[in-house]
């Protein structure tokens, strides 16, 4: 056999093809969480989509698991503590084109807390608010998509 990786190992050949073919992936955690009919988001103080609403959430830190990520975004931005482990997974958002700063994979979690858990804004966030769901914002991203698969989730689970 003759050729460009006849001396090449396929382990090799396989390596060098994927480092022609990789981008860099992102690792993001959401939370979705319910009081009552509302749900709660933060006004994005930030691009991309400064002003517009979203979920509560961002990167998943080093040594980190995407439902503590979640936990802890979620007390960084609305001062609202939901333990990890009280938090239910809605699944995983990894549609290319879904954030335009690149290739973003979001796992998003759900959770309910009692009526009248007050959130006030905090780290990056210009505001948070409870939004009823018959009536939400524009939100951005594809955080209307993950709310409805929440809800979703919500209402079979009930």
Do not use: C, N
């Not at 997974?89 to 858990?117: C, I, K, N």
């Not at 006030?120 to 951005?140: E, K």
Request: no cysteine; proline share 6%.
């Amino acid at each position: 056999m003759t050729g460009q990786y006849e001396h090449q190992s396929v382990r090799e050949y396989t390596a060098a093809k994927r480092a022609d073919d990789t981008e860099t992936i992102r690792y993001t955690a959401d939370a979705v969480l319910f009081s009552g009919g509302r749900v709660l988001l933060i006004e994005r103080g930030w691009p991309p989509f400064e002003g517009r609403w979203a979920l509560p959430g961002g990167h998943v830190d080093p040594g980190e698991t995407g439902r503590h990520a979640a936990a802890r975004e979620l007390a960084e931005e609305t001062g609202v503590r939901v333990p990890a482990a009280e938090l239910t997974l809605v699944g995983v958002f990894d549609a290319p084109g879904r954030d335009p700063r690149g290739r973003y994979v979001s796992v998003a979690y759900r959770a309910e807390v009692p009526a009248g858990t007050e959130a006030t804004a905090g780290d990056d966030a210009a505001d948070a608010r409870w939004w009823p769901l018959t009536a939400l914002p524009l939100v951005a991203f594809d955080h209307a998509q993950i709310i409805s698969a929440a809800v979703a989730a919500r209402s079979f689970q009930r």
